[in-house]
Nanobody, 124 residues
Framework: QVQVVESGGGLVQAGGSLRLSCVAS????????MGWFRQAPGKEREFVAA????????YYSDSVKGRFTISRDNTKTTLYLQMNNLKPDDTAIYYC?????????????????WGRGTQVTVSS
């Protein structure tokens, strides 16, 4: 079974940067899209960013647009999320997920494969 594993989380001060990575156990090329989601304590899991593999286009939530960048490497096994100008409201567990078929990129139940998440904490 395909697995994805996130890394790169940590503690950072407001205004700082982190880069998250998501490594898959197989190449992503057969997937429709990959996405990043986050969940803060007491809140629902929310969409952060997504990339459609064949079209290579990207989508962002309004709360991170202009600060976060989703990208992939050419080997199609690693997904990244570059996070700049971090804010305390960005504090959450960040999850990488794979969407195998055409679906709504912003909707968590559409995704088929999930990692265990990596904690991002932004101090004020």
């Amino acid at each position: 079974q395909v697995q994805v594993v996130e890394s790169g989380g940590g503690l950072v001060q407001a205004g700082g940067s982190l880069r998250l990575s998501c490594v898959a156990s197989e190449r992503f090329f057969r997937y429709y899209a990959m996405g990043w989601f986050r969940q803060a304590p007491g809140k629902e899991r929310e969409f952060v960013a997504a990339i459609r593999w064949i079209l290579d286009d990207t989508y962002y939530s309004d709360s991170v647009k202009g600060r976060f960048t989703i990208s992939r490497d050419n080997t199609k096994t690693t997904l990244y999320l570059q996070m700049n100008n971090l804010k305390p409201d960005d504090t959450a567990i960040y999850y990488c997920a794979a969407l195998l078929r055409v679906g709504q990129l912003q909707n968590p139940p559409e995704y088929n494969i999930w990692g265990r998440g990596t904690q991002v904490t932004v101090s004020s």
